[in-house]
């Protein structure tokens, strides 16, 4: 069993920053690929980036890729979400999620990850 819990959300004006952690524990983090989604009020889960175990591949929604940036400190155990440019679009609980076997192709598929936090709240006024 992995647990997580994220960190970092808050509340930024449009054109800010903001970077989300997440913190493991329970197994190492490196032997899972994570993911990061985010769920906007009265919309579906997304997905936002994701990287595998060994950090050597990412992965970015359109909406986000060239302002999000997604790290892993195997090492400490955390996975981390730097967020640039922020717009009001980005407002949403944003959770991390681990995946024991991500296929990749479907980094992207939130039934593929196996562990998910509890989830921060971003909000981004304009």
């Known amino acids: 069993q992995v647990q997580l819990v994220e960190s970092g959300g808050g509340l930024v004006q449009a054109g800010g920053s903001l970077r989300l952690s997440c913190a493991a524990s329970?197994?190492?983090?490196?032997?899972?690929?994570m993911g990061w989604f985010r769920q906007a009020p009265g919309k579906e889960r997304e997905f936002v980036a994701a990287?595998?175990?060994?950090?050597?591949?990412?992965y970015y929604a359109d909406s986000v890729k060239g302002r999000f940036t997604i790290a892993r400190d195997n090492a400490k155990n955390t996975a981390d979400l730097q967020m640039n440019s922020l717009k009001p679009e980005d407002t949403a609980v944003y959770y991390c999620?681990?995946?024991?076997?991500?296929?990749?192709?479907?980094?992207?598929?939130?039934?593929?990850?196996?562990?998910w936090g509890q989830g921060t709240q971003v909000t981004v006024s304009s």
């Open positions: 329970g197994r190492p983090l490196s032997g899972y690929a």
């Open positions: 990287i595998t175990w060994n950090g050597r591949s990412t």
């Open positions: 999620a681990a995946s024991v076997s991500l296929p990749a192709n479907f980094y992207a598929y939130s039934g593929e990850y196996d562990y």
